[in-house]
């Protein structure tokens, strides 16, 4: 392969890559959002079928839209499509939604500035997209071929959880041979080896009401009760394992003279293992009240399984052998945030994440990505996908 005119192309392609990116970014597309996620996935369905690519619409009643494209899915000669049909394809990964609400673009609008671009979105992961569709059109361009056909999806509500899309999102990962996930790079432009998995967990307290000054011994306390279950949740935790868990919404009680009858906790559990997850379930479903005469009920599970190491780290060793010949380094690192990949991996599929935008911010109102990464992002993807 040859490198230099690789990172050349990706490098002139620039100004259309950015224009590309930039009527990504005003299309807001909040998950909740089925119509503006379903205007972007028109955008992006067209912009596939310029690349030459056939898609299909995943249509969704309480979602946006996503949409499957393949490239490269037909082969000329009986050799050609005898070896393409042996050969699984390679999925590219990413989502449509953001966690920013309609109406961000008015006190955030896409700008440029001092070499970053800016807006809702950008870093997660519209820029990831865009990346994935520049490293297409260089491959495309230069005419270089890769051995299988390549099929990309975007999904439209992986910010809350990917519940309408897990299942096709596994269905895609089974019939792959690898799973480039096109979320942000981590810090400095690191893939993503392991992310943790996520889980989510409400526990409900039922005690009994009753009047705080006059007759307090009359009442259950759920307030208590629900403090005492959260103080044993300290004991599951185990931070050097890549165990946590944060109660991250209380809620109960009506007025303070009143012994509340109700309360409930929302919390958050963090996991590095597959094994560890179903560790955390029996032990938060297995919670027994304190006070003989309180009940608790306990929903939820984990609902996205870490991406463990052992099923990126081949793919990152070839990234970053990529990477030295078109002249950088390529780390890798670990995040504690999930991602769709999570679901790959844990099926064991290959899955190597973090192949998108180099920025900061996101969720945060700094969002951002730096430009100059762009070409070496698409580069590396390119030479990733011919190459496999």
Known sequence: MDFQKLIAYCRADLPAVMECLRQAVEIESPSDSKTGIDRLTRFFAHECKRRHGKVTFLEQRDCGAGLIAEFWGKTKGAHAARRASRIKPV???????????????????????????????????????????????????????????????????????????????????????????????????????????????????????????????????????????????????????????????IEGGTRPNVVPELARAVVDVRIRRLGDGERIERKMFGLKPIHPQARLEVKGGINRPPLERIRAIELYRKARALGRGLGFEVEEASTGGGSDGNFSAALGIPTLDGLGAVGDGAHAIHEHIVIRELPRRAALLAALVATL
């Open 91 to 249: 999925l590219l990964l990413g989502h449509l939604d953001t966690v920013w609400p309609r109406g961000t673009l008015a006190r955030m609008p896409f700008r440029i500035r001092n070499g970053r671009a800016y807006g809702p979105g950008i870093l997660d992961m519209k820029a990831g997209i865009v990346i994935g569709l520049a490293a297409i059109r260089c491959l495309h361009t230069l005419g270089i071929e890769p051995a299988s056909s390549v099929r990309l999806l975007l999904t439209s509500d992986e910010e809350v959880g990917s519940r309408a899309f897990r299942k096709k999102i596994e269905a895609e990962a089974k019939r792959a041979r690898a799973v480039l996930v096109l979320e942000p790079a981590a810090e400095g432009g690191a893939m993503k080896t392991s992310r943790k998995g996520v889980g989510e967990f409400e526990i409900r307290v039922h005690g009994r009401a009753s009047h705080a000054g006059i007759n307090p011994e009359r009442g259950v306390n759920a307030i208590a009760e629900l403090a005492r279950q959260l103080l044993r949740l300290d004991k599951f935790a185990d931070p050097q394992r890549g165990i946590t868990l944060n109660a991250g919404v």
